[in-house]
């Protein structure tokens, strides 16, 4: 599992989670800020453990975003 680095806005822990929705796509996959809330792209796909990496790889990326 890819580490999930903190929050890009608040530097709070950043923490992955899945809609309880589980449709004919799998589940849906994100990456949230425990603190301010805010989310990070929502992955569905039809394979769990690669929407949860695509989800953690999404969210590290803005995470490191200079600007
Ligand atoms: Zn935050």
Same mark, same amino acid.
């Given at each position: 599992? %890819? ?5 890009? =806005?608040? @530097? @709070? +822990? ?5 809609? +309880?929705?589980? /449709?004919? #796509? @799998?589940? !849906? *996959? #994100?990456? !949230?800020? !425990?603190?301010?809330?805010? $989310? @990070?792209?929502?992955? %569905?796909? *039809? =394979? $769990? #453990? *690669? /929407?949860?990496?695509? &989800?953690?790889?999404?969210? %590290?990326?803005? &995470?490191?975003? +200079?600007?």
């Amino acid at each position: 599992m %890819n580490e999930l680095k903190p929050c890009p =806005f608040c @530097g @709070g +822990d950043a923490e992955l989670r899945h809609t +309880d929705i589980t /449709s004919e #796509y @799998g589940r !849906t *996959s #994100y990456v !949230t800020c !425990t603190k301010c809330l805010i $989310k @990070g792209t929502m992955i %569905n796909i *039809s =394979f $769990k #453990y *690669s /929407s949860d990496e695509r &989800a953690i790889e999404a969210w %590290n990326r803005r &995470a490191t975003k +200079d600007d």
